[in-house]
């Protein structure tokens, strides 16, 4: 099984910026498409970012484009989600998750789940 954790969330201010890691377990994480979503109390799990294994394709929620970027390093097994510009509406709990494919949008695509980290931003 792969196990997945989450860090790097906080509290920030608007316009501010937070860098985010996902670590797993085992070196064949390479092997995977990774996906961040992200969820608000009383929210459905939404889509943020993906990757393919080798890190030479992305894709991005409409909503984050040209502020968050997604990327992997696989000799350390992390995938990370840098995101610049945070806006109030981006605080939500983020989550990666191993998936079935890069382009995928779909939560139930995807397997294994870290814990979460929480993301705050303040206005």
């Known amino acids: 099984q792969v196990q997945l954790v989450e860090s790097g969330g906080g509290l920030v201010q608007a316009g501010g910026s937070l860098r985010l890691s996902c670590a797993a377990s085992?070196?064949?994480?390479?092997?995977?498409?990774v996906g961040w979503f992200r969820q608000a109390p009383g929210k459905e799990r939404e889509f943020v970012a993906s990757?393919?294994?080798?890190?030479?394709?992305?894709h991005y929620a409409d909503s984050v484009q040209g502020r968050f970027t997604i990327s992997r390093d696989n000799a350390i097994n992390t995938v990370r989600l840098q995101m610049n510009s945070l806006k109030a509406e981006d605080t939500a709990v983020y989550y990666c998750?191993?998936?079935?494919?890069?382009?995928?949008?779909?939560?139930?695509?995807?397997?294994?789940w870290g814990q979460g980290t929480q993301v705050t931003v303040s206005s």
């Open positions: 998750a191993t998936c079935r494919s890069w382009r995928t949008t779909d939560s139930d695509d995807c397997a294994h």
């Open positions: 990757i393919n294994w080798s890190g030479g394709s992305t």
């Open positions: 085992r070196r064949t994480f390479s092997s995977y498409a």
